[in-house]
C-alpha cells in the first residue's frame, strides 16, 4: 500500500524557514515524480512545487519561486520543502502528492500544517 | 495566468444525479482531473484523463470533456458523496492549476 506520511509543520514567524518532509513507502520512490500541495484555512486547493524522479528538475508556482525549495533522497525514500522567507500567507496545510505522468498527483498523504504568524 | 472555473455550489437530493463542471481555455488540448476532499481530509482522485476512474472509485461517479469544459458527474448521488470537488489540469506551458472547487451538497 502506498503510504505518504508529511512532518516538520509549526508555528513559524514571518520571514522564518521551515522545512517539511514526507516520508515515502510501498512504491519505487525513485520512479516517480513527487508534488507538494497546499491549501490555506477555508481556502482551496494550490499546486506549490514538483520534483522529477531523480531530482535533476524541479518546478514552482510563482507564489513560491525563490523562497521555497524542493528536494529529495532516494536513499531514504522521503521528499522535502525548504520554506525560507516564510509570509502570513503561506499559512496552510501542506500535501505531499505522488505524481503520475502526465503531470497529476494520484495519492495525497494526510498533510501537515505549517502557521506563519507572530 | 491560467484558470479553471468551477461553480461554487451545486446541491442535489440522494439518488439525483450531480453534475459539476469546469470551464479552461486549454481543456480542448490538455486532460482534466478531479478531485473529492471530504471535511478535514486530504483529496483522493476520483476521475483522471477525462474520464477514467482509478480502482475503488464507485461507478457513479464519471467524467467527460468537451471543447472547454469538464463535467463530473455523479450518478444517483449518495450523502457519502458530500464533498469539495476540485478539477486539475495543466496549461500549455504545463502550469498545474485546480479550479476554485465546488462544494456538492446531498440532502
Known amino acids: 500500500e502506498v503510504q505518504l506520511v508529511e512532518s516538520g509543520g509549526g508555528l513559524v514567524q514571518p520571514g522564518g524557514s521551515l522545512r517539511l518532509s514526507c516520508a515515502a513507502s510501498g512504491f519505487t520512490f525513485s520512479s516517480y515524480a513527487m508534488s507538494w500541495v497546499r491549501q490555506a484555512p477555508g481556502k482551496g486547493l494550490e499546486w506549490v512545487s514538483a520534483?522529477?524522479?531523480?531530482?535533476?528538475?524541479?518546478y514552482y508556482a510563482d507564489s513560491v519561486k525563490g523562497r521555497f525549495t524542493i528536494s529529495r533522497d532516494n536513499s531514504k525514500n522521503t521528499l522535502y520543502l525548504q520554506m525560507n522567507s516564510l509570509r502570513a500567507e503561506d499559512t496552510a496545510v501542506y500535501y505531499c502528492?505522488?505524481?503520475?505522468?502526465?503531470?497529476?498527483?494520484?495519492?495525497w498523504g494526510k498533510g501537515t500544517t505549517v502557521t506563519v504568524s507572530s | 495566468s491560467y484558470e479553471l472555473t468551477q461553480p461554487p455550489s451545486v446541491s442535489v437530493s440522494p439518488g439525483q444525479t450531480a453534475r459539476i463542471t469546469c470551464s479552461g481555455d486549454a481543456l480542448p488540448k490538455k486532460y482534466a482531473y478531479w478531485y473529492q476532499q471530504k471535511s478535514g481530509q486530504a483529496p483522493v482522485l476520483v476521475i483522471y484523463e477525462d474520464s477514467k476512474r482509478p480502482s475503488g472509485i464507485p461507478e457513479r461517479f464519471s467524467g467527460s470533456s468537451s471543447g472547454t469544459m469538464a463535467t463530473l458527474t455523479i450518478s444517483g448521488a449518495q450523502v457519502e458523496d458530500e464533498a469539495d470537488y476540485y478539477c486539475?489540469?495543466?496549461?500549455?506551458?504545463?502550469?498545474?492549476?485546480f479550479g476554485g472547487g465546488t462544494k456538492l451538497t446531498v440532502l
Open positions: 502528492a505522488k505524481d503520475r505522468a502526465p503531470y497529476y498527483m494520484d495519492v
Open positions: 486539475y489540469s495543466t496549461d500549455s506551458s504545463g502550469l498545474r492549476v
Open positions: 520534483i522529477s524522479g531523480s531530482g535533476g528538475s524541479t
